[in-house]
DNA sequence: CAGTTTCATAACTTGCCGTTATATAATGAG
DNA sequence: CTCATTATATAACGGCAAGTTATGAAACTG
């Protein structure tokens, strides 16, 4: 025979509360609801429950002991309650963010450890591309967002996109390197040394084409490439090699000292960093959380960013 | 908002079986009533429990967390059913026995001992006490049965009587005992020596009134009076003193090689041991497995009883 | 690409929950 | 002992959802 779990939570809160009137209170039912419940499970059990002919209701022995699994009933509803609960407010679960390795590595991170200091319950499933490999799984539904730098007309049919930050790129160095050194910096003169490459399918390598075929000179050295962040900066920081950064990740690193801009305006790129997500993947709160999060975050980058773009010289 | 439990056992037993199918047959349900009830919950939570389109059904985070408190859920029915079991079988749950002192000590108590080494979950509630007493609390219910020396004819309504052990007393002394040398001991012999009385409103004390009345003697000694089987064999052992005992109590003892019965037929009391319950009070399974055992355990006594009895001479 | 498996839907019956109104029974006070 | 009080049971009824079988659609498998 198999009892209903709900029977029991009744009979568990009749017994804890000491009577029906305050146990009907106590789970926001009617008095006869209880008693009528309570009869059933009786005629199912086939034994009493309550001592018959008794009116503050006093539980058998029977009683007592199925009160007890009530209680285990009662408990895991309240705690699958506040689980739940978690679950909508985006305090608990998981979200997959995709984006690529040098964003990720250098603004993404430390955003994700400020939001996991307020969200310590909300896992985050990090993982690095580009945008040929991210949106498949954005559509496919194995992620649930993507940061992503983007040309607004390059996106696809089905995706969202929401802007973050304006895509401005920079010339980075060694804080001590040689041509910080000097007030002005001529284009040319970044010729002399060795550049680093960031991979060949990265919008970053992209720009640094870019930014080559703007100085015009046919003739530089790529010694490394291929790299991520911080092996990028490693040699970055060893060497006086050269290389082509976004301003936000030189920036989240000014605290280190040890990575500079060079005081040259090159060409912007036309993508932007921003959001990306797709429609059909309704957002679980914990996403919605985390993309509020990482919206405000950039916001507040923002403007720190334009603020000291506005002192124009900022660098150590 | 309320979950229903049976929602998170469903759930839970999805998630553990890994498919509907499997889990219908483990919850003994058709799987679109699983389907149905999955599709409820996810509507009242607001989110999925398992991923879209996907066809070995996977659960999501949420899905996973609410399962495990269906874990809890499904846990303690299985529990409520093996507890409901046990009591149905009376393998668990209280009894509540009441008795003369002396049978109660002497006869039950060692039975209980070999009730309880079978039913370890069995609560034996003893208390003492006379007719007088005990048949109020049997009909109010706070006595399951009491074990009692009775008078059928005296046998009130609404009660109901079952005979166990014939009633038989003897002489009870110590077992090196001066009377116990000699092959016949006469009646007259014995007032020379003290006795001890069982308390003034007992049925045995009826029967030591009987015996000496049956002797003739007016000049007997009470040496002591009032006391638990225990102290009342601690006197007789300690001393000469004779005292009136139901047969069967001398007889549980003989191991003990402490007390005999003298070798002389008194007359057998009008009384005889039975087992008295109320008819309204419809027993539970551990109070009917117990009575069972009494009588099945009773029944042995007696044949052991009756056998000695044949072969006269049984005392060490 | 077809076959198989797995899940969802449809249509319908049955059972029980939840309600309000009211009866009945145990308890406690005088 | 009786009455007042409180606590539980019963009645009547609407409604939701569980349960069934039959069937359709979608995803995985080879």
Redesign the interface.
Known sequence: ??????H??ILFAIVESGGMGEAADML?KSQPSLSRSVSLLEER???PLF?PGRRPLRP???GL??AA??R??F???R???T??EQ??RGK???VRVGGTPVFLDGVISPMIADFQANNPSV?IDQSYGYAAELLPRLEE?SLDLAVLPMRDASLPDGFAFQQILTGRNVIACRSGHPLMRRGAVKLPEVSKYPWIAPPANSPLYHDLRAVIEGIGTKDFKIGFSGGSLTAVVSILTGSDALTVLPFSVVFMMRHLKTVSALPIRIGDPDRHLGILHHIAQSP??SVERFTGFLTQEFASLSTRITRVGQASVWLP
């Open positions: 025979m198999k009892l209903d779990p709900r029991l939570e926001g059990v086939g034994l001592e058998t022995e029977l002991a199925l699994e009530g285990k009933v408990q895991a509803m705690d699958s309650g689980v739940l679950f909508q608990t679960g998981a896992r539904g679980r709160p």
